[in-house]
């Protein structure tokens, strides 16, 4: 029996990307797995995500997976735009956590409302993977349309009332 194409070039991809990261998915023993089995590598690799995921949805549920997905990827390259010298990395990855403090002191705040949200958690993944996707960048957009608004003008009264000098006191 012979796979459909569309099967056949999304194992291809599964494999493109296990060789460029051997170390993290295991590259070598699953090539080892697959001669002993005649099974594909990126089956197995594909089958271990997946328990992986169902181990860790089960553990902590959909805000577990959804604050993995909102915070592992965004801090990793966070420390990677640290050292770098780039200043377009630092002020993308400085408003993703602008953005992504104001949203969750939203949530904190308005959690009941979020219970009424039909699929709240798929939203909220899909969201956040727009905000700090290198082709969307969408933390820029939500800080210069809905934040910055709203926070510059008092940030700037508060500037103003620091700054202002200060009465003698006689």
Known sequence: MTLPPQIITAIDKVETFMEKYPTLTQNEKLKDIEKQTGYSKA???LFG???ISLVIYGLGGSKLVTDLVSFIYPAYMSFKAIDSSN???HTQW???WVVFSFMSIFENVCGF???FIPFYF???VAFFIWLYHPKF???GLVYSEAIKPFVIPYLNA???KSVAPAKKVE
Do not use: R
């Open 158 to 160: 508060l500037q103003k």
């Open 113 to 115: 409302i979020t219970d």
């Open 87 to 89: 200043a377009v990395e």
């Open 43 to 45: 089956c197995f690799f």
């Open 94 to 96: 400085l408003t993703y």
């Open 122 to 124: 798929f939203i909220k």
């Open 49 to 51: 995500i997946s328990i």
């Open 137 to 139: 960048m969408g933390a």
